[in-house]
């Protein structure tokens, strides 16, 4: 299936195709969920996808997973070479030893993206190290735009759209802060074993709840109403962020949409489970059951093949009946 994919991108380099081989790795390894939704793509878009995505994993590995004794200041240093390696092969260089840089800065240069999404995305990254929690959803939008819209953003030009990009681009934007979002839910418990507390505090506080019941409740696995209900405001939170993205998959090429499409409602249906659960995120993980997920995948399959054989049928001359 890679070598497919990168013969359909065009992909011929040896050293390109191993590092965009990668970032597939990466994102097959750490994004069960969106790899899943990256296969219904064409083939020619996938390896662009895992590239975007394998070098934001990356980042991330750096920032939470690198070494577990690792230092903040050594976190840092690590932060401040990667980002040194890519700001070098945007501009048209070839780092060694950096295979998620140079398959994500030819991806850049393929679909002309612009480096400020990167720049936005690496001053998040940097941010993790220092910041753990946010006052207000705005300071917590603030981050995410760096950690999430840009990612969006960057996905625009490799999915191609129907309306002018810039139109399209809050709904990007949105998809990948609801995204997000809905990690910061699940996650909850893992964040806060971190020493991280993504959701504000203006919207605990509004239920009574702070870091230190949080904690409590982590640690002695003890539900409290107050929490269940701060919960459940992040959950309203977050669908309100599909709703606003919603309008922009109709806007992206038909045969993107399946992918998207897919990955959008695979996300929400972790929202679901959430809610099933009662909002237990502190003391278990929420997993989408798979047999939930592979019907939604059913259905973006079926999606797929509908959206080729319009395009099929859309570039098949026809006869002169005149």
């Known amino acids: 299936m890679t070598r497919r994919e990168l013969d359909a991108a065009g992909i011929t380099d040896p050293s390109l195709r191993a590092a965009y081989t990668r970032c597939r790795q990466l994102n097959a390894r750490h994004g069960r969920t969106y790899f899943l ?3 219904l793509l064409p083939a020619d878009r996938r390896p662009a996808v895992h590239a975007l995505y394998g070098f934001a994993r990356h980042a991330d590995d750096i ?25 070098a092969a945007l501009a048209g260089g070839r780092p060694a030893g950096e295979p998620v840089v140079l398959a994500v800065a030819d991806t850049a240069a393929r ?33 995410m735009h760096g950690s999430a819209a840009v990612i969006g953003l960057q996905m625009l030009p490799v999915l191609g759209t129907v309306t002018a990009r810039a139109t399209a681009a809050p709904h990007a934007a949105a998809l990948g802060v609801a995204f997000q979002l809905t990690n910061f839910l699940r996650d ?5 074993d971190r020493g991280r ?10 239920h009574g709840v702070d870091r230190a019941l949080l904690e409590w409740s982590r640690r002695t696995g003890r539900h409290d109403p107050r929490i269940t209900a701060a919960l459940r405001a992040a959950e309203d939170l977050t669908r309100s962020v599909y709703r606003r993205a919603a309008p922009g998959l109709a806007m992206l090429d038909p045969v993107a949409r399946p992918c998207i499409r897919t990955a959008y409602v695979l996300y929400r249906n972790i929202l679901d489970t959430i809610r099933e ?16 997920r592979a019907a939604v ?15 099929r049928r859309a570039h098949i001359p026809r006869e002169d009946t005149g």
Do not use: C, K, N, Q
Request: glycine content about 4%; cysteine-free; aromatic content about 6%.
């Open 297 to 311: 995948a059913a259905g973006g399959l079926t999606r797929v093949l509908a959206a080729r054989l319009r395009a």
């Open 37 to 39: 939704a990256t296969r």
């Open 197 to 206: 507390v993504y959701l504000p505090a203006d919207l605990l506080a509004a």
């Open 111 to 143: 679909h002309a993206i612009d480096p400020a999404h990167f720049t936005d995305f690496m001053a998040s990254m940097r941010s993790d190290l220092t910041v753990t929690e946010y006052a207000t959803y705005a300071d917590l939008r603030a981050y």
């Open 277 to 292: 659960g009662g909002h237990a995120v502190l003391h278990r993980r929420a997993v989408v059951p798979r047999r939930r």
């Open 188 to 192: 909850v418990g893992e964040d806060l």
């Open 63 to 87: 920032v939470d997973d690198l070494d577990a004794d690792a230092t903040a200041a050594e976190r840092a240093a690590a932060l401040d070479r990667l980002d040194t390696h890519l700001r």
